[in-house]
C-alpha cells in the first residue's frame, strides 16, 4: 500500500435504523461495507433507496455482514447501475441472501402490481427498484469465505469474517489497513447479537481494534429477559383458543421466525398451551427455516439449542407447523375461524403477505397482532405500535380493533448493556463510530460511552466523512 489517506463516510443507517451502506476508500480503492435497503414510508424510502451517494462501477469489493434486506437489499440495485465488484460473505450468508433478495424482488413486483391494480382509477402507479433478473445479476458476484479464514477483498487489505452473533450467517468485518499514519484496525460489528440468544453463541470482542463502527439499535434500553418469552407466547395462546382468535405474528424471516417456532416447539413439547393451527405463511420464511435446519450443527449454534436439536429431532416443527408456500393457501387462511396461530413477513409490516392478514384481521377485537422485533418510525409495525386506531394499507384505511402486543424479549441485537460491554472489551483505540440507530438511541450510547471513560465517540451524519489517521 502507498501512503494514501484512507477515508469513512456513511452513505445510510446514520441517525437512523435501516439502510446499512458504509465506504471505506484507501489507495484509490473503494470496500462498501453493507448495501442495504431503507424501510420506511413508501415516499421516504424510495427516495433513499434509489439514490447512491456514490458511483456504483467505483466499487471495488462489497463485504456483506448479513443477509438481512436493510443490510443486502439494495445489491441488485447497484449491479443494475453498474457495478461489477465481488461480494464477499460467509457460506451462510450467500446462501440465504440468495433466498432474501429473489423474495425482494418478487414482494417489489407483486405489491407494484397489487397498487397499481386498486388506483388504477386514480392512475396512479409505482414501480419496484428492480426485478428478479436484477437480483439474480447481483447473486453472481458472491464469493463466499469462511469465519477467521484471511482474504484480500482489494490488494493490501486484510480481511476476516467474525461471528456477529446476531443471525445464521451473520459476522462482523475485521480490516487491517496501511494507512499515511501506519496500520490500522477497522472493526464493522453489522448487527450484533446479544448475549443471551435463543439459537446462536454471543459475538466475543477481537483485540488490536483501532476504529470500531459498531451499531446502537438498543443503545437506549434493555431487553426483557428471554425467560419471559414462553411465558408470554403461552398466555395469547391461552386466549386465543378461549376466544376463538387469530394471533397475528408479523415477524422477520430471518432468524425471528425460527426463534418463535422453537419456544412454540417446546411449549407444545412440554404439553404448557392447547393445541391451535400454526401457520408460518412466507415461502422465504419456509426455506430459511429448512437452511436452519439444515445448519443446526454450525458452530455458531449456541450449544444448549444444539443439544436440544439433537433430544428433540424436530426443533423447527415440520411434523405439525403448516408451511404454507402457495398463494391459494395463504389466501384461504383469511376465511379460515379461530383460533390459530399466523406467522408472516415482513417484520416491519412494509410488505408481503402480512399486509393481507392484516388487512383481514384489523378489524377483529378478539384478533392480536403480535409485534416481535423493532419498528422502525414510519412502518406500519410503528403505527400500530403507537397504537392508531386507522391505518392505510395498499393506500386504504382500515380500522384497528385487534389488541397490539409487543414483545421485546425477542431481539436478536445487542442492547445497552451489550453494547457496552463489547465496547469496552474491544478498546477500541483511535475512535468509534456509532451507526444504525436512531438519535435518541445513539445519543443516549454515546453519553454512557463517554461516562465509562470511552473518547473520540462520533455519531455520524448522513453523507459524513472521516480520515482515520
Request: net charge negative.
Amino acid at each position: 500500500m502507498t501512503n494514501n489517506k484512507a477515508k469513512l463516510s456513511f452513505h445510510g443507517a446514520a441517525g437512523e435504523v435501516t439502510g446499512s451502506r458504509h465506504l471505506l476508500e484507501l489507495d484509490g480503492k473503494s470496500i462498501l461495507l453493507d448495501c442495504g435497503m431503507f424501510q420506511g414510508h413508501r415516499s421516504d424510502a424510495d427516495m433513499k433507496n434509489r439514490t447512491f451517494r456514490f458511483p456504483p462501477a467505483s466499487v471495488d469489493a462489497v463485504l456483506l455482514s448479513h443477509a438481512h434486506v436493510d443490510h443486502c437489499g439494495l445489491l441488485p440495485l447497484l449491479y443494475k447501475n453498474g457495478c461489477d465488484a465481488p461480494i464477499y460473505a460467509t457460506p451462510a450468508t450467500a446462501e440465504i441472501a440468495g433466498i432474501m433478495l429473489a423474495d425482494s424482488a418478487r414482494l417489489q413486483e407483486g405489491d407494484a402490481q397489487y397498487y397499481n391494480k386498486i388506483h388504477a382509477a386514480e392512475n396512479l402507479t409505482i414501480e419496484p427498484m428492480y426485478d428478479a433478473e436484477d437480483a439474480d445479476k447481483a447473486l453472481q458476484h458472491f464469493s463466499p469465505g469462511d469465519y477467521n479464514a484471511p482474504f484480500e477483498p482489494v490488494p493490501g487489505v486484510k480481511a476476516r469474517f467474525l461471528n456477529a452473533g446476531h443471525v445464521l450467517g451473520s459476522a462482523m468485518v475485521q480490516l487491517d489497513v496501511t494507512t499515511g499514519a501506519g496500520p490500522r484496525r477497522l472493526l464493522y460489528t453489522g448487527d450484533l447479537g446479544r448475549a443471551e440468544t435463543l439459537l446462536l453463541d454471543d459475538p466475543v470482542a477481537p483485540q488490536g481494534v483501532d476504529y470500531l463502527v459498531i451499531e446502537s439499535t438498543y443503545g437506549d434500553r434493555l431487553h426483557e429477559p428471554l425467560a419471559d418469552a414462553a411465558g408470554k407466547l403461552a398466555g395469547l395462546i391461552k386466549k386465543a383458543a378461549r376466544e376463538g382468535g387469530k394471533i397475528i405474528i408479523p415477524s422477520f424471516a430471518l432468524e425471528r421466525t425460527q426463534e418463535i417456532i422453537v419456544i412454540l416447539d417446546k411449549l407444545r413439547s412440554d404439553q404448557t398451551v392447547p393445541e391451535i393451527p400454526i401457520y408460518v405463511d412466507s415461502p422465504m420464511a419456509v426455506s430459511l427455516t429448512e437452511i436452519f435446519n439444515k445448519h443446526r450443527e454450525n458452530f455458531c449454534f449456541d450449544e444448549k439449542f444444539r443439544e436440544y436439536a439433537r433430544l428433540d429431532g424436530d426443533p423447527f416443527g415440520f411434523d405439525y407447523i403448516s408451511y404454507v408456500r402457495s398463494k391459494e393457501e395463504s389466501q384461504a387462511l383469511n376465511h379460515r375461524k379461530g383460533p390459530m396461530l399466523i406467522i408472516s413477513a415482513s417484520g416491519m409490516c412494509e410488505g408481503g403477505r402480512i399486509l393481507h392478514h392484516l388487512r383481514n384481521n384489523l378489524g377483529g377485537e378478539n384478533n392480536t397482532v403480535l409485534l416481535v422485533g423493532y419498528q422502525a418510525h414510519g412502518t406500519l409495525g410503528r403505527r400500530l405500535q403507537d397504537g392508531e386506531k386507522k391505518v392505510r394499507i395498499f393506500g386504504l384505511e382500515h380500522e384497528v380493533w385487534a389488541r397490539v402486543e409487543t414483545m421485546h424479549t425477542f431481539s436478536s441485537h445487542a442492547d445497552k448493556n451489550d453494547l457496552l460491554a463489547f465496547i469496552k472489551a474491544a478498546k477500541p483505540a483511535r475512535g468509534v463510530f456509532l451507526v444504525h440507530g436512531d438519535t435518541e438511541a445513539r445519543a443516549a450510547l454515546a453519553a454512557a460511552l463517554e461516562a465509562e471513560g470511552i473518547k473520540n465517540v462520533k455519531c455520524p451524519a448522513l453523507g459524513e466523512e472521516f480520515e482515520l489517521n
